[in-house]
């Protein structure tokens, strides 16, 4: 397969940067202002991880919907969020290998970019801290900004972006909402970021084709 046959989609948050953490304190700092009770990181990859935050607050209002409440806690948590982030000045940067990795494939003109459930004040703190833009341009980031249904919707617009058929793309995510997404969009090579231990959860996925730690382990060719 050609190069020009080949992209790469990124889901962004656990797997291009390691934050689970940071999500964790912040949706539970608003759990806490919404229903009372913090968040388990178990319930963050059952529930949470991968959805629209509007979904999330959803579910945090026991599946009731209140547009206004989704509206106020979409932003106000990823403030949470962020303040977390700019604390840990240690764990603050791209896993290990990802800049290694785009290099690359820029290098062999392979197209990729990233397909991610954040908000655009997230997207543009993430492209200015980690400079996204040397690799990636901000406008072919697809996030939510409202008009995507669910990260299927994002996978179908980040191919389109790509110029590529789904079929013919490597997608990288960390979650289980994730990959399911990734499958139901048509793609047929995987590659887990196994930071939350799915590993043994999704083993008997055979579009699965890598579970690894860092990108330092992606295989660059397509596998599908």
Known sequence: ??????GFIFDF?????????????AWSKAAKEIRGSAITEEELHTHMNGKPNKMIVRYLNGGQENAKLEDHYSFLKEEYYR???REDVENF????GAEA???DLQAQGIPF??????????????????????WIKPENIVYDDGTYENKIAMIHKAA???????EQITVIEDSKSGIHSALQAGIKDLRLINS???????KDIPEIHQVVMTMDEIKREFIA
């Open 1 to 6: 397969m050609t190069q020009s046959q080949h």
């Open 113 to 134: 970019t990233i397909a991610s459930a954040s908000i655009k004040p997230n997207i543009d703190f993430f492209v200015e801290s980690f400079n996204l833009d040397k």
């Open 101 to 103: 990795l785009f290099d």
């Open 93 to 96: 940067h791209l896993i290990a």
């Open 13 to 25: 948050n656990g797997t291009l940067f390691l934050d689970n953490d940071k999500h964790v304190k």
């Open 83 to 85: 303040d977390f982030c």
């Open 196 to 202: 939350a231990n799915l590993a043994d959860q999704v």
């Open 160 to 166: 389109q972006i790509l110029g590529l058929p789904e």
